[in-house]
Structure formats: C-alpha cells, structure tokens
C-alpha cells in the first residue's frame, strides 16, 4: 500500500472541506474515495484526522467571535471576576462537559477506530441508519429551543450524539445535529452547536494523530499540509452555506444523498469492484 500522493492530496483535500460539515459522513466519502479511485488504498486514520485540523480551523476562523468570547469569559469566571452564571461561561463549560465522551471513548476504542470501523460494509450501514434516524429527528422536530436553553443534561446527551461519529459512516454533524433535533433545538441552532461542540474534539484528534504522519504507511507530510490546506479553504464556505440553508430548510437532501450513497456503495460491496477493508 502506497503513500497518498500529491494529486490524491488535493482531491481528498476537497471532499474532506465539502462533507465534513455537511451530515453525510467526511470520513465515509475518504473511503469510498480511496478505494475508488486510488487503486483501493484507505487514506489512514491518521491522513483523515490530521486534515480534519483543516475544517476545524474553518470554524475558529468563521465563528472567531464567539469563541473568543466564550473563552474570554470562561477564564475571567475561573478566577472569579465573571459570574459562572454568564451564558458565555456556560457555554464553555457545555462544550468541555459536550466533549467528554468523545475524548474518553476515542482513547478505550482506538484500535478498533483506526482499523475495524473502517471497514465499508460498516459504513454502509451507518450511511443508512443515521439517515433513517435523521429523517425522523427532522420530522418529528420542535423546531423551536435556542442555545440559551441548551441545559447541561442536554450537553451530554448531545456529546453522546457526537461520540458516535468515531465510527465512519456516521458523521459527526449528522448525528449531533440530530441529537438536536429530538430534543427541540432549531436547526440552525443544532447545526452551530455541533460545530462548535466538534473543535475541541478534533483538534485533539488531529494533533494526537501528526506522530503518525510520516510513520504512518498511507500518510507522508507534504501531501497531509496539502489536503489540510485545501480543506480549510472549501470547509469556511460550506460552513457559511449550510447555516444559511438549514435556517429555511430540512434535512430531507441530505437523507435521501445518504440512502443513495449507502445503496452505490452496497452494490460496489457485493460485486466486488471495491473492497470492504
């Protein structure tokens, strides 16, 4: 199994800065990718992390404000000059609690995340799972909580929704965005609730990875930086995109891409014109 090369860099590059954001699973589109077009190889785990780095600048980029503020005002509050009562201090410590479960069970399953779940009839099914669960998360929908209301049970639930994107197939906005949805937040409001929820989880993630590139047998520096890159730029104007389109719209496009992909992807599956792992 060779290294991604310089070419390859650039288009996983663009599919990691369309999908990551996008409820349709950016490290399912990196597998399918892979085996589709650059003779079967799987990216790595550590490739995949390290250019999430990428998508998840774009949103400390986009949403600078915000997080600065929040971070402003949460380490004031830590030494007593912001009451913990302030809703930036709050939001703070949801996104840290939020961040719990992913953190903790990215460590005990690692393993199993870098090899076993990357196995394409899995992603198949969480393709279509996640877009059945989906599809009633948006139909049965309050539509109607704001972030204010978010509640500290609520911030686990919804780290919860987020572990689950560990496995590829899932995606991470898709199921926090769902999470969401069960429990009556606005769409827009899930959608940048999960992406801010997602920062501190995949810089972690991604910076844990970077001792692997280079070692790593399908990853080499250059063409890491490169897709990196690459996905930073495309991830800010989905990012902008998507927060305008989920105000107006539902999820339902997103559903049905789901359904369709899993279905190709089942079909590539059982007439063996890609392979399963």
Known sequence: MGRVTWFEAIILGIVQGLTEFLPISSSAHLLIVGQLFFDGRDPGAAFTAVTQIGTESAVIVYFAKDIWRIISRWSLA??????????????????????????????????????????????????????????????????????????????IFLGLWQALALIPGVSRSGATISGGLFMGYRREVAARYAFLLAVPAVMASGLYKLKDIGEDTSASWGPT????????????????WLLRYVANHTFTVFVIYRLALAALLVGLLATGTIAAT
Do not use: C
């Open 78 to 155: 830590l030494v007593g000059k912001v009451p913990q009562s302030d809703p930036d201090v709050r939001m703070g410590w949801m996104v840290i609690v939020g961040s719990l479960p992913i953190a903790i069970l990215g460590v005990l399953f690692e393993d199993a995340i870098d090899s076993g779940l990357r196995n394409l009839w899995i992603t198949a099914a969480m393709l279509s799972g996640v877009a059945i669960v989906l599809a009633i998360a948006d139909r049965v929908a309050k539509n109607e909580r704001t972030i204010d209301q978010l509640t500290w049970r609520h911030a």
């Open 225 to 240: 930086l490169l897709a990196t890159g690459i996905a930073f730029v495309i991830g800010y104007g989905v990012i902008a």
